[in-house]
């Protein structure tokens, strides 16, 4: 029944150029290294998919266009695993962006995204980190970095906004145990030089409801950059009160010229009611990009307090990333 | 399972390639708006940038070449009042050296410079050559025009042109070598099909 309608799809396209026309597409491929030598465990995660945007165009301009990241990715030892996996070593198919949207040409009538794109909160919103080492945290901090539902979204003269409201159902396109999730930020325009972002969530993924507001800047000054984030909230857990959480990130890197390389440093802070000390954390990481195709990337990230275990979060991250 | 599988096959076999464009507008509806207050559209025309065209670029402006993050499919956007054309709308960068400069250049539709405005430009002397003094060398100007504002090294701007960049020679010369760039680019590639807008 799938393939009926998956070839009726198909067959429904007026012809084969007016699929291909404005299409862009790339492999993406990866194998990451993951060694926490504080857990003296080592691990790897492949990656292997495809990355395509369409743009859907009449005789009298564009109506919108189409993002879809689909990729195979297998574990290798990776403890703990992400929850849509089912072991440390298991492999399947992952859905990352994957959405519609509608652009209205009207001065002041949003643009509509349907389908699962990156919740509109904090850095990630202007920064996209899918597939690479570098992390703002959007995931652990939010239940979720990726969630299906509907969005609205514009770029005004001075300022642009984006708000969303999802499923919480994570990578399944449906609510779970009444999840959902609304989230919003509105920011000054995203290829200035200074920009400044106001967000809010509010939200239950995994039994957990998550409230947050947070600011962000952004400020460019040749080729250095300064980032960050400060976000204020609190989380209940099923038949659990109310715990307050403050999570505040810091980020200083620079870029080469040629913008082959790469070099970031953050400093993480986070506070969480109950819990006897805040965690910090010390990412350090570089990027190379070899040619258009190639990057390589290195990540280390230590844990400056020590926790209750003992055991002090000391993980050293590799990746090799080929797209064409 | 199967049904995924299908869908791979079915667009491995699409013989176009590349697929990143660094170079795109941001927000096509709002900074097209910027630059043709009339337009009630845009239209995209993507087209790969590849190594024949690396090629013919180098070959038209010694010296010169494209970044390779400039390599891939690209957009020209064309202005569209209803039906009516408008003009064209392309971002190309330039390395300089406060990282890439992203300029969005308007272009009239005889491929003559319209207007431009800086998408990404972190040299501090940005509002020196953002003003319409500088500007007016390049507004109206062709591809030919443009090229006869080159000194001799081919990279740099000649006289002329510095006379009207006070202080910031440097990026002026960038704003330059893109310009060429983005008119010979959109000729080679986009040229034949944009034709069918002047009728």
């Known amino acids: 029944m799938r393939i009926c309608l998956m070839l009726l799809l198909l067959f429904s396209v007026p012809s084969y150029s007016e699929l291909t026309d404005n299409l862009r597409w790339s492999f993406d491929a990866s194998a990451r290294v993951n060694n926490n030598t504080s857990a003296k465990n080592t691990s790897r995660i492949y990656a292997f998919g495809l990355d395509t945007h369409k743009v859907f165009t009449s005789s009298q301009g564009d109506i919108g266009y189409a993002v879809g990241q689909l990729y195979f990715t297998q574990l290798s030892n990776q403890n703990p695993y992400p929850a849509m996996f089912s072991s440390e070593d298991d492999g399947k198919f992952v859905i990352r962006e994957a959405h519609l949207n509608y652009a209205s040409n009207s001065n002041w009538l949003p643009n509509i995204r349907l389908g699962h794109f990156t919740i509109p909160f904090g850095i990630e919103e202007s920064i996209d980190t899918n597939g690479r080492l570098l992390d703002y945290y959007h995931g652990k901090n939010l239940g979720t970095k990726l969630d299906w539902g509907l969005g609205f979204n514009k770029v005004l003269q001075d300022v642009q906004y984006s708000i969303s409201y999802t499923l919480g159902g994570k990578d399944k396109p449906k609510s779970i145990k009444d999840s959902y999730a609304f989230a919003g930020r509105v920011g000054s325009l995203s290829h200035l030089d200074f920009i400044l972002g106001f967000s809010v969530f509010d939200a239950k993924i995994d039994e957990t409801q998550r409230q947050r507001i947070a600011l962000d800047w952004q400020y460019y000054w040749s080729s250095w950059g300064f980032i960050g984030e400060i976000a204020l909230g609190k989380d209940k857990p099923v038949q659990q009160q109310w715990r307050k959480e403050t999570y505040s990130l810091v980020e200083l890197n620079k870029t080469s010229i040629d913008q082959q390389l790469k070099l970031y440093g953050q400093y993480i802070f986070s506070d969480r009611e109950g819990e006897s000390e805040p965690t910090q954390r010390l990412n350090m990481g570089t990027s190379y990009q070899i040619d258009k195709n190639l990057e390589l990337s290195l990540s280390t990230r230590i844990q400056l307090n020590t926790p209750t275990s003992g055991k002090k979060l000391n993980l050293v991250r590799f990746q090799l990333r080929y797209r064409y | ?199």
């Open chain 2, 1 to 199: 399972m199967k049904t995924l599988m299908i869908l791979m096959i079915f667009v491995v076999f699409i013989p176009n390639a590349f697929a990143e464009a660094y170079c795109s507008l941001r927000d096509p509806v709002a900074q097209i708006s910027q630059l043709y207050p009339n337009k009630t559209n845009q239209l995209s025309i993507v087209k790969i940038v590849d190594d024949n065209t690396r090629s013919q670029v180098k070959r038209a402006l010694p010296s010169n070449d494209l970044h390779f993050s400039e390599l891939g499919k690209h957009t020209l956007y064309v202005a569209m009042n209803g039906t009516q054309a408008l003009g064209y709308v392309h971002v190309r960068s330039e390395q300089s050296e406060w990282g890439l400069v992203e300029i969005v250049w308007s272009l009239d539709k005889n491929l003559r410079i319209k207007d431009f405005i800086f998408q990404r430009c972190r040299s501090p002397k940005k509002n020196i050559i953002n003003n319409q003094s500088f500007k007016k060398m390049f507004i109206g100007k062709s591809y030919q025009e443009l090229k006869a504002l080159l000194s001799s090294d081919g990279t740099t701007a000649n006289n002329t042109l510095l006379a009207h960049a006070q202080s910031a020679p440097k990026l002026a010369s960038v704003v330059l070598r893109c310009a060429l760039k983005t008119l010979l680019i959109t000729e080679k590639l986009w040229g034949e099909e944009l034709k069918r807008f002047n009728k």
